[in-house]
């Protein structure tokens, strides 16, 4: 069994910073990408970033300049530094991870934090 545990949201006003973590633990043979998703009520689910295991990251269009998204292979680790953070980005982070255990590969979500951009 693996785990992913978020940490870091917060309340934060408009321009302010923000860093998540996340960190998986459990049966881990390796982690292929890992990834962070939001979702802000009334929506779905969305895309903010991924990162793969050699390095290689993708953003999601409204977040380019202001989010990094770095990991730690050896710690098993994935974490998103916001920057000029937007009301628009108030939504419930996740972090997920597509791990092989010993015997398959498999897509784990953490269970998220919650962001606030507010005033």
């Known amino acids: 069994q693996v785990q992913l545990v978020e940490s870091g949201g917060g309340l934060v006003q408009p321009g302010g910073s923000l860093r998540l973590s996340c960190a998986a633990s459990?049966?881990?043979?390796?982690?292929?990408?890992m990834g962070w998703f939001r979702q802000a009520p009334g929506k779905q689910r969305e895309l903010v970033a991924t990162i793969t295991r050699g390095g290689t990251t993708n953003y999601a269009d409204s977040v380019k300049g202001r989010f990094t998204i770095s990991r730690d292979n050896a710690k098993n680790t994935v974490n998103l530094q916001m920057i000029s953070l937007e009301p628009e980005d108030t939504a419930v982070y996740y972090c997920?991870?597509?791990?092989?255990?010993?015997?398959?590969?498999?897509?784990?979500w953490g269970q998220g934090t919650q962001v606030t951009v507010s005033s």
């Open positions: 459990g049966s881990i043979f390796s982690i292929a990408v």
């Open positions: 997920n991870a597509d791990v092989r255990d010993s015997s398959r590969w498999r897509l784990y």
